[in-house]
């Protein structure tokens, strides 16, 4: 739901005033001449699709605020896609990627059509949020009536995704001599939905107390004890029947150490002093943890890790009072446990690199600018984002506005590493099968997800596609045996990576022979790579839970078990710093360079596969001490292969293969 804050009634009749004044007298303050509604640009990309009537609920409360985004073209947007291609291709211009100041110089908005964009906005009453130091976007705040009159057009409340959003009931405008200076309208309440990609072990639907099945009633606690095992086969229980008719399988996992993925992924055998030093991995969420530092250092102190010190971790936060829309954002508390998992996921791998955590005021503008503070200083060659849009149901406006970042940090020599989702194809949520967006832009490199097997000397036993489906095990009331509650895997699909293929973008060059036509049909398919995502093989962290998203008051330290893409991203992100300090290289945009290598040494990558039989743990919920079987690689429609596949991409992440990217062997 739309967070909507409520002026006082003098407020709102000063605001309602200011409009009307605005609206009158508003262009010739900007230096645009005053014009009739038929000499306006019309931006009818900035409509989203879900934006029907049959979805129409009604017009959106005038009083309420929302956030805005006017996106203002590249110059010479043909050039930068150039120069993005060349710094991130083997061959001329490789690897060399502009400083900040000349990408700014050459391809930003001038100064002049920024600055009319704001006084345009500020004459018709808005709040300005945010101008970047690139000036390629406005993000302003206002009232559904200052919309009206501003953009031509009203704003209507729709439901969508079981929830309601604002969005404008017809194409918006702005008066020409204006819409010459801007390439995109962001004015529906979309990207209000972008969530964090992570999951917690034991989040399964529904799971709160004990439920019937016909006559079959769930296992009651204790039935089956499932004690978490730290590494695969460490706790083995029987359940019954399942895969080959297979017993006997591994309890779930109670959540990786840092020194355990080092291991499986090829880390700790490098020398210690190969640990990341010298890079800086970006970190970016929305809000901020008031307790990050002192959870981490807790969390590394039990675990013999290094800590945080000041030497190796930053953050560019906004204040609190900043904080807005955090109803619709999931509050703090609902992205606390990213930021967590984000940090002492890189630290744990790249325990010498540096860490900067920048923070958004909310989810949606406010990530835009969290990013521009990272390019527009290039305060990082490395950025890990593990949050996503609900799928590409953002207006095509926008998508090429947002995609006008990526390409700056591509032209920058600036890799972005976006988690690929956790909701499989999406079709749950959004009706038609897509994948999340910003990963599916084929400016960045989307991360998959593996359910990943580590053995008890810290190998990999096993890797194969993060999709859980649980089976709930239950009791025949006469007899007491034990069965499942419908054929395996069962039906309830509890998590799997996202991907698949694009509704929006065309399919880039460097997919192409790699990614299979029958699959692609021309678009641009994610993910691009895969790394461990799984929650019932995933990672612990140390969190101190938010208990009160208005003092922001934290509860005692815990440990908790998380997975989600979100992990998947953080992981690749140190293993790229690392690479880095090995080869004393840049990577930035990777995509190019990883589908290269494919071609040529393609067993560099590890594929990722299916297993037969397919593999499974058994859990035991906490909350309700039902027992489930977890059956892995059960991804929606996506679908785990040899060589590329929509649920891993091209493969898993492996240390060696990481060093020749590095190399930039092709």
């Not at 990408?103 to 945010?130: E, H, K, M, N």
């Not at 943890?289 to 981490?296: C, E, T």
């Not at 990526?406 to 499989?424: C, I, M, R, T």
Request: glycine residues 12%; negative net charge; aromatic residues 8%.
């Amino acid at each position: 739901m739309v967070n909507r804050t409520r002026r006082q009634a003098s407020i709102r009749r000063t605001a309602t005033i200011a409009a009307s004044l605005a609206a009158a007298i508003g262009l010739s303050l900007t230096g645009v001449s005053a014009a009739s509604a038929a000499d306006r640009t019309s931006y009818s990309g900035s409509v989203p699709r879900w934006a029907t009537s049959a979805n129409d609920v009604g017009a959106a409360d005038a009083t309420a605020t929302f956030e805005g985004e006017v996106y203002l073209p590249l110059r010479n947007a043909k050039a930068a896609t150039a120069l993005a291609t060349a710094v991130s291709s083997p061959g001329i211009g490789y690897r060399q990627g502009l400083s900040a100041a000349d990408w700014i110089a050459r391809f930003a908005p001038t100064q002049a059509d920024s600055d009319a964009v704001v006084g345009y906005l500020t004459s018709q009453g808005f709040t300005i949020s945010a101008v970047p130091a690139s000036r390629q976007y406005v993000v302003f705040r206002g009232t559904a009536a200052q919309f009206g009159a501003a953009f031509g057009t009203s704003l209507h409340d729709y439901s969508y995704a079981g929830t309601t959003l604002a969005a404008p009931s017809s194409a918006p405008s702005l008066p020409i001599a204006l819409g010459a200076k801007v390439s995109g309208v962001g004015i529906d309440q979309s990207r209000l939905l972008t969530h964090p990609d992570s999951v917690k072990q034991g989040d399964i639907p529904g799971d709160s107390g004990v439920q019937s099945f016909g006559r079959q009633t769930a296992a009651p606690s204790g039935a089956i004890a499932t004690p978490c095992s730290s590494y695969i086969g460490q706790n083995i229980v029987t359940v019954p029947a399942a895969y080959n008719g297979q017993t006997q399988y591994s309890t779930y996992n109670c959540g990786y150490t840092p020194s355990q993925l080092r291991s499986a992924y090829g880390i700790s055998a490098l020398p210690r002093s190969q640990n990341g030093a010298g890079q800086t991995v970006a970190i970016i969420d929305a809000y901020a943890s008031p307790s990050i530092v002192s959870d981490v250092n807790t969390y590394s102190s039990a675990l013999g890790e290094p800590g945080l010190t000041a030497a190796n971790y930053s953050q560019i936060v906004p204040d609190p009072s900043q904080f807005v829309d955090q109803e619709a954002c999931a509050f703090p508390s609902g992205w606390q446990g990213e930021q967590t998992l984000d940090v002492e996921a890189v630290h744990g791998l790249a325990t010498g690199a540096k860490i900067l955590y920048v923070g958004g005021f909310n989810c949606g503008g406010g990530l835009d600018v969290a990013l521009s503070k990272i390019l527009d200083g290039k305060l990082a060659n490395i950025v890990s984002n593990s949050y996503g849009d609900l799928g590409e149901a953002v207006p095509s406006d926008v998508l090429a506005g947002e995609n006008n970042l990526y390409l700056q940090a591509a032209g920058e020599g600036v890799g972005l590493y976006f988690s690929s989702g956790d909701n499989g194809d999406e079709v749950a949520n959004v009706g038609q099968p897509q994948p999340d967006f910003p990963a599916s832009s084929p400016w960045v490199t989307a991360v998959g997800g593996t359910t990943l097997a580590i053995d008890q000397k810290g190998k990999i036993s096993y890797e194969t596609g993060w999709g859980d489906t649980v089976d709930k095990i239950v009791a025949d009331p006469g007899t007491g045996a034990l069965s499942y509650a419908e054929a395996l895997p069962g039906s309830r699909f509890v998590g799997g990576a996202g991907g698949g293929v694009s509704t929006v973008f065309g399919q880039p060059w460097y997919q192409h022979g790699i990614v299979p036509n029958s699959l692609a049909h021309g678009q641009r398919v994610s993910p691009d790579i895969a790394a461990l995502a799984d929650p019932y093989t995933g990672f612990s962290i140390g969190i101190s839970p938010i208990v009160d998203d208005t003092t922001l008051e934290t509860g005692a330290f815990e440990n908790e078990t998380y997975g989600g893409t979100s992990l998947a991203s953080p992981l690749t992100a140190a293993q790229i710093a690392i690479v880095q300090q090995l080869t004393h290289s840049t990577i930035g945009f990777a995509n190019p360079t990883l589908y290269a290598l494919d071609r040529v040494l393609p067993n560099a990558f590890r594929d990722v596969l299916p297993q037969n039989p397919r593999q499974a743990v058994a859990y035991t919920s906490k909350t309700s001490g039902n027992s489930y079987l977890v059956s892995f690689d059960t991804d929606t429609t996506l679908r785990t292969t040899a060589k590329y596949d929509d649920v891993t991409g091209i493969g898993g992440v492996s240390f060696s293969l990481l060093t020749l990217l590095g190399q930039g062997r092709h």
